[in-house]
């Protein structure tokens, strides 16, 4: 594929703000969050909404931060409702009252995807780094079943949680959702910063997948369960994005349009602003969107591999946090000559000898009343 290529984006990954009352240590914005003054405003988020419809797009992930921070999230869900785009709400559903679930149900939302932290109510408070955040999402859960809307259970797994993934797909069933993802933690942005305190050993990762997997039969015709693998612990890399710049577009609060969400941590690309070009621009001329298209860029051994329509080498922003250059073969598969740093990664996180140390907290710029709140909990 190259700028020329006919093909078409069909998902927009619209991360309306930064801000957001949890603080998960996986989570995977960047360390360095947009403020509120330089969000895109409501007319801009609309007009890319517009040109996203025009450029063939048919999903709409409104996520962020939490996105029902925005004031103007019911009218923008109806713009892209009266585009015909489905859209999807991606939650932690703290700031989701009934109100304001019945009317985002009435601008016409499809879909509500809820993060849940733990099936255990004190470490789902203590990951998300908020007291009371777990009572609040069973309660937002009610707001979307009673409003007929379909619920997606999302819930990363990581050491702290690992233990009870199957837990969590049985609350997500008690909840009333149709699926659940049970995805381990991809180590991006505040993800990658608390990678040593995230990463489970491989028997802990292997437990879970084995046990999510088991319930995948005894649940089939009761809840879908969707399963992303520990990539880490695997042979092969993730086919991240299913390719570089081939299925989707993300958009930043200030409006910065990436191929990934986490690309902006290699160094050397050009990202383009919605502000002065379109997203059909964007999509085809972008030197961003450009850089890893098809398969030129590849090194060995992706270049002669049979799997490189497969996995397209892997993660572009993995390859370089871990190697230094974004054109590697991804090293967490087996075959990478970098194959090691992973192994060594994943020794040391299990390196007992040293102390435990906190999370750090994903933050923009908490409030003193937010920051006071998030305080009163603790790890026991
Ligand atoms: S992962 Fe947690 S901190 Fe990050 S946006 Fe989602 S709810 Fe907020
Ligand atoms: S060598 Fe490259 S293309 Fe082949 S399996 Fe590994 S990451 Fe994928």
């Not at 009333?176 to 381990?184: D, L, N, Q, S, Y």
């Not at 996995?311 to 194959?339: I, K």
């Not at 435990?356 to 003193?368: D, E």
Request: net charge neutral; with cysteine; charged share 25%.
């Amino acid at each position: 594929m190259n700028a020329a290529d006919p093909s078409r984006p069909v998902g927009l990954l619209a991360e309306l703000t930064h801000r957001c009352p949890l603080g998960c240590p996986y989570c995977s914005n960047p360390l360095e969050l947009d403020p509120r003054q330089h969000e895109l405003d409501t007319a801009s988020w609309k007009r890319v909404f517009s040109e996203a419809a025009a450029v063939g797009i048919l999903q709409l992930h409104l996520s962020g931060g939490e996105p029902a921070s925005r004031r103007d999230l019911v009218e923008l869900v109806a713009h892209g409702a009266k585009l015909g785009l489905y859209s999807n709400l991606i939650t932690s559903g703290i700031g989701l009252t009934q109100m304001l679930v019945s009317k985002l149900a009435e601008a016409g939302l499809d879909h509500v995807q809820l993060s849940i932290q733990d099936s255990e109510p004190r470490s789902a408070d203590h990951i998300a780094g908020y007291k009371g955040a777990f009572a609040r999402k069973l309660e937002a859960a009610s707001f979307v079943t009673e409003a007929g809307l379909p619920l997606t259970v999302n819930a990363v797994i990581h050491r702290a949680n690992v233990r009870r993934a199957g837990a969590m797909v049985e609350l997500a069933v008690r909840l009333g959702a149709r699926r659940v993802e049970i995805a381990h933690t991809q180590y991006y942005g505040w993800g990658a910063k608390n990678r040593g305190l995230l990463m489970p050993s491989r028997e802990e990762a292997e437990a879970a997948i084995g046990e999510v997997e088991a319930l995948k039969t005894s649940l089939s015709g009761t809840i879908v369960i969707d399963h992303v693998a520990p990539d880490y612990h695997a042979r092969y890399p993730k086919p991240c994005m299913s390719g570089w710049a081939r299925r989707t577009l993300n958009v930043t609060p200030s409006g910065k349009v990436l191929p990934c969400h986490a690309a902006e941590l290699i160094p050397g690309l050009e990202f383009w602003n919605v502000a002065d070009h379109s997203l059909d621009e964007i999509w085809n001329h972008s030197p961003a969107f450009n850089a890893f298209r098809g398969d030129d860029w590849m090194r060995e051994p992706c270049r002669s591999c049979s799997r490189k329509t497969i996995d397209f080498g892997g993660c572009r922003c993995q390859a370089f946090m871990l190697t230094g250059e974004a054109r590697n073969a991804d090293p967490v598969c087996h075959l990478s000559p970098h194959h090691h740093v992973v192994e060594t990664i994943l020794a040391e996180a299990r390196d007992d000898t040293h102390p435990p140390q906190p999370y750090a907290y994903r933050r923009l710029r908490p409030s003193t009343a937010v920051r006071r709140e998030r305080l009163d909990i603790s790890a026991d």
